[in-house]
């Protein structure tokens, strides 16, 4: 079974970068055939796409974030991290990291209507706020 896990501080001031980690056990994020996602959902919200990383190391983004987004990865530790620069109380959400799929142009044309079965697994997120 595959498991993931997210990790990183839950509160980050204005303009500085956020950091967040998923740890997967149970498979490999660089040989099983899957896009390693990072999704948040901020409150009274739906999901949102963030983006996601594939088992090649290629990335996709959603535009929204305006390139303020960075995922990578780290297969000896099994690993994949997001780093969201210039951070805003806006972006207060609990982030998910997310196992699925589903490729880049069905998640964008999707935007808005995401569900939590449109991936195969999931982390139990973690609250990230934003504030001084």
């Known amino acids: 079974q595959v498991m993931l896990q997210e990790s990183g501080p839950g509160l980050v001031s204005p303009s500085q970068t956020l950091s967040l980690t998923c740890t997967v056990s149970g498979g490999s994020i660089s040989t099983d055939y899957n896009n390693w996602n990072w999704i948040r959902q901020a409150p009274g919200k739906g999901l949102q796409w963030i983006g996601y990383?594939?088992?090649?190391?290629?990335?996709y983004y959603n535009s929204f974030l305006k390139s303020r987004a960075s995922i990578s990865r780290d297969t000896s530790k099994n690993q994949f991290t997001l780093q969201l620069s210039s951070v805003t109380p806006e972006d207060t959400a609990v982030y998910f990291c997310a196992r699925g799929l589903f490729d880049y142009t069905w998640l964008t044309r999707k935007q808005g209507r995401l569900e939590r079965t449109d991936f195969r697994s999931w982390g139990q997120g973690t609250q990230v706020s934003v504030s001084s």
């Open positions: 990383i594939d088992s090649s190391g290629s990335i």
